[in-house]
T-cell receptor
Framework: AQSVSQHNHHVILSEAASLELGCNYS??????LFWYVQYPGQHLQLLLK??????LVKGIKGFEAEFIKSKFSFNLRKPSVQWSDTAEYFC?????????FGKGNQVVVIP | DTGVSQNPRHKITKRGQNVTFRCDPI?????LYWYRQTLGQGPEFLTY????????KSRLLSDRFSAERPKGSFSTLEIQRTEQGDSAMYLC????????????FGPGTRLTVT
């Protein structure tokens, strides 16, 4: 069964700092990878996705993620965060029509 | 608004009662998914439909849970004889179902069993 692990569940950082959230997945076949974001009081929204091709994918709001097949990783990055990036971030993998999510990263950006 | 909608948004019920939730997917999305999310965890897959056919059910879906999508449009999730452990956010998502695709999530129904 596929699984996704995320580390550093609680992250606190100041505005303009760089953010990197780790994601590792366990799945032997072709897998599609996603990062979802949940802002306070809102529903899950897609931040970015990887299906194939260029392993560096760019999403909304200045986020990007890099797929490294040899490391089974799909880490999320943003060079300079804003207060409005305060949210919970979930990595997910889809290998057989179902999404497997990590436990999430609660990110708090201090103005 | 053409996103995924769910009703009710909140439900408080007493242990032992039955509850039913509804999900309206994005129009013309063939696939509909149900997930459950508890505090501090990511969403966990429960079941999914391709049009009206229920194609997969998780082991998390006990006999007290049943889901339907009778006409391939909206879906209902029923929990019978609710238990306190059923308290969670129940999320619905939909996707086109063609090729590798992304799932769009609704706002969820928060269930509290007292």
């Amino acid at each position: 069964a596929q699984s996704v692990s995320q580390h550093n569940h609680h992250v606190i950082l100041s505005e303009a700092a760089s953010l990197e959230l780790g994601c590792n997945y366990s799945y032997g076949g072709t897998v599609n990878l996603f990062w979802y974001v949940q802002y306070p009081g809102q529903h899950l929204q897609l931040l970015l996705k990887y299906f194939s091709g260029d392993p560096l994918v760019k999403g909304i709001k200045g986020f990007e993620a890099e797929f490294i097949k040899s490391k089974f990783s799909f880490n999320l990055r943003k060079p300079s965060v804003q207060w409005s990036d305060t949210a919970e971030y979930f990595c997910a993998a889809n290998g057989n029509n179902r999404l497997a999510f990590g436990k999430g990263n609660q990110v708090v950006v201090i103005p | 608004d053409t996103g995924v909608s769910q009703n009710p948004r909140h439900k408080i019920t007493k242990r032992g009662q039955n509850v039913t939730f509804r999900c309206d997917p994005i129009s013309e999305h063939n696939r509909l998914y149900w997930y459950r999310q508890t505090l501090g965890q990511g969403p966990e897959f429960l079941t999914y439909f391709q049009n009206e056919a229920q194609l997969e059910k998780s082991r998390l879906l006990s006999d007290r849970f049943s889901a339907e999508r009778p006409k391939g449009s909206f879906s209902t999730l029923e929990i019978q004889r609710t238990e306190q452990g059923d308290s969670a956010m129940y999320l619905c998502a939909s996707s086109t179902g063609t090729g590798p695709d992304e799932q769009y999530f609704g706002p969820g129904t928060r269930l509290t069993v007292t």
